[in-house]
Structures are given as structure tokens and as C-alpha cells.
């Protein structure tokens, strides 16, 4: 089946500071989701992507499509203490009705 | 209000009991999941479901079972639980041609 490996696993980082993670697939996917998850919440969709080479913003969030259509990039410009939390991402392939999930990236803010 | 809704929010239960938890949505999505979240392994497919009556498995199926019997509605049995079942457990739905998933804020089940 589809394997996602996401990375980092987590990251300790200062609030100001700007934060890059990456999914990468063993195969192509034709959708990719970025997805946010407070503690005690469900996933919360960040930003879609659907085309190779697409780049996205939501407000300090950016993410890309890979251009080989197996990887996609979430940064996040001047990290602020709401954004802590585990980062997920997801992706599909056509024809398939089901989400591939990522294993997520834990975001620290230290003081 | 919520779109997509879960009840109950926390359960604790004994081996081999009956759990059944409920997922409701007013998105109107024809599309239903439920995935099942462990630290470090993200979420697995339990279930899914297109339409009413309309079920298929997921990757982990196994110990599960699942009922559609209305557009707004998908719940999801543990037969006889057991405590390797204790998880997070999300539902979500999708419209159809669409391909974003919106989450339900999870269950939190407990297996004693």
C-alpha cells in the first residue's frame, strides 16, 4: 500500500522563528492536504493542493505540491503560540476514494 | 454549531463489552469515515461509507463494525472490546468529487 513519510517527527522551536516539514510517498498522488490538530480536537484542514508545482498560502502558512507529484511542503512564516500543535499530511490518488495520512509533526514553541 | 459531531466525547470501558459511538453531520456530505488515531502511527482507515447502506473496510477492520442508515449519520461498533482498542477515534465526511475530509472532534475510548 501507500506508505507517507513525514518529517520531522517534532520540532522545539522559538516563537518568531520560520518552520519547514515535508511529506514525501512512494507514489504519485494527484491531491495533497495539509491539516492542523489542537489537543483534544479533530484535524483541521490548512491549505489543498492539486496540482504538481502548486504553491498555496493561508495567511503565514505556504505549502507546495512537489513538482514529481510524490512530496509536498508545509512552511510556516513567524511561528506564533497558537500555532502548536501536530501538522498531518494527507494525500490521494486518482481513483481513490481514501486519504493516505502522514504520521504528523509535533510543533513546540518554547518560551 | 458544529458541522460534524461525535458522541460521546470520552468512554471508558471493560474488556468484552458492547461500545457503540455515534457521528452525526449537517454538511449534507454523502461521504463518511471513520479512522482510528494511536501515537505515532497517525490515522488508519477503520471504515467508510459513500451513501446509505452503503459500507466498505478500511485497513483495519478487523474487531469493528459499522452502520449507515441515514446520509447524516455513521456509527461505529466495537463488537467486544478489547484494550489494544483504546484510541482516539475521528469520524468525517466528504463531499463526493471533492477530495478535503472534515473531521468530528474524536472520541476518546478507553479499554480497561
Known amino acids: 500500500g501507500q506508505q507517507l513519510n513525514q518529517s520531522p517527527q517534532s520540532m522545539f522551536i522559538q516563537e518568531g522563528e520560520d518552520v519547514s516539514m515535508n511529506c514525501t510517498s512512494s507514489?504519485?498522488?494527484?491531491?495533497w492536504l495539509w491539516y492542523k490538530q489542537d489537543p483534544g480536537e479533530g484535524p483541521v484542514l490548512l491549505i489543498a493542493?492539486?496540482?504538481?508545482?502548486e504553491l498555496t498560502s493561508n495567511g503565514r502558512l505556504t505549502a507546495q505540491f512537489g513538482i514529481t507529484r510524490k512530496d509536498s511542503f508545509l512552511n510556516i512564516s513567524a511561528s506564533i503560540p497558537s500555532d502548536v500543535g501536530i501538522y498531518f499530511c494527507a494525500g490521494s490518488s486518482f481513483g481513490n476514494e481514501k486519504l493516505t495520512f502522514g504520521t504528523g509533526t509535533r510543533l513546540t514553541i518554547i518560551p | 454549531d458544529a458541522d460534524v459531531t461525535q458522541t460521546p466525547r470520552n468512554r471508558i470501558t471493560k474488556t468484552g463489552k458492547r461500545i457503540m459511538l455515534e457521528c452525526s453531520q449537517t454538511k449534507g456530505h454523502d461521504r463518511m469515515y471513520w479512522y482510528r488515531q494511536d501515537p505515532g502511527l497517525g490515522l488508519r482507515l477503520i471504515y467508510y461509507s459513500f451513501d446509505v447502506k452503503d459500507i466498505n473496510k478500511g485497513e483495519i477492520s478487523d474487531g469493528y463494525s459499522v452502520s449507515r442508515q441515514a446520509q447524516a449519520k455513521f456509527s461505529l461498533s466495537l463488537e467486544s472490546a478489547i484494550p489494544n482498542q483504546t484510541a482516539l477515534y475521528f469520524c468525517?465526511?466528504?463531499?463526493?468529487?471533492?477530495?478535503?475530509?472534515?473531521f468530528g472532534p474524536g472520541t476518546r475510548l478507553t479499554v480497561l
Open positions: 468525517a465526511t466528504r463531499l463526493a468529487g471533492d477530495n478535503e475530509q472534515f
Open positions: 507514489s504519485i498522488f494527484n491531491t
Open positions: 493542493l492539486y496540482k504538481a508545482g
